[in-house]
């Protein structure tokens, strides 16, 4: 369904995970969908890590012909598993523009999350294995922060994890330039990459930002130690930016 009849501007509902879903007047768009996405709601993949493509790859083994906005590599990769009907970045899908730039990610082990993910592995070598397993068999390549554009002009930017403390400088100036002002600014927190946050958010010149939670439950299913967002939305409030805490069930609507 296309929601036409829908009341509000724009719904933001955090699914658990990495997935948000983005309510609106047409089709609902889904940010890395942990579950099956619904009807003709539009997938937008950010990454190729297992929770991120979870609910896609469910729908394409359950003969449902998803829509999937992703990068090039990770289409190919999907479409190895069944019919999708896919999309690129910088195109439109139901007058919503999506437009996205990769950027590089946290590395997967620093010295210090070596240390945990070996500690955690010795405590679940099954799951261990089977995440190297699906990491063997995923297409390279980075992550994305993503832009949409609604048909009324508003921006939704999702910058995903990109904030972090090994950001190349050059990437912050250019995504500050593209995606600075928007409507809505989504920022996900690596583990221990809260100062970095902190640090260029402000730059970001959003209206509202919701400080979101997008990678604990991977981490408590891994036996890797989390953390709280609230230190960091609080500093970001003392700064006079209108910051919240964005997780799982957590909700917000405008009109």
């Not at 937008?44 to 990068?71: F, K, Q, S």
């Not at 919503?96 to 590089?104: H, N, R, T």
């Amino acid at each position: 369904m296309s929601h036409e009849d829908y009341p509000w501007r724009l719904r933001l509902h955090h699914k658990g995970y990495a997935s948000v879903l983005v309510e609106r007047r047409g089709r609902w768009i889904r940010f890395d969908p942990y579950e099956a996405p619904e009807g003709d709601d539009v997938s937008v993949l950010t990454w190729t890590e297992a929770e991120r493509c979870r609910g896609v790859i469910e729908a394409i083994r359950a003969g449902g012909r998803p829509t999937v906005v992703a990068t090039p590599p990770t289409r190919m990769w999907l479409s190895e598993k069944g019919a999708v009907d896919d999309c690129s970045p910088g195109g439109k899908v139901d007058k919503v523009k999506i437009d996205a730039i990769e950027y590089q990610p946290v590395p997967y082990a620093t010295a210090p999350e070596a240390v945990m993910k070996a500690k955690a592995a010795l405590l679940n070598p099954r799951l261990a294995l089977s995440r190297l397993k699906g990491r063997a068999e995923q297409p390279k390549g980075n992550p994305l922060a993503v832009m949409l554009t609604l048909p009324d002009g508003g921006r939704l930017v999702h910058l995903n994890c990109s904030l972090h403390r090994r950001a190349d400088p050059a990437w912050i100036d250019r995504a500050v330039a593209l995606f600075g002002g928007a409507d809505w600014l989504i920022v996900g927190v690596d583990y221990g990459e809260g100062e970095a946050v902190m640090e260029h958010v402000p730059r970001f010149n959003a209206k509202l930002v919701l400080i979101a939670d997008l990678v604990n439950e991977t981490r408590r299913d891994l036996g890797l130690p989390t953390f709280i967002l609230t230190p960091i939305v609080d500093r970001l409030v003392e700064m006079k930016i209108a910051a919240h805490p964005f997780v799982r069930e957590a909700s917000f609507r405008f009109e």
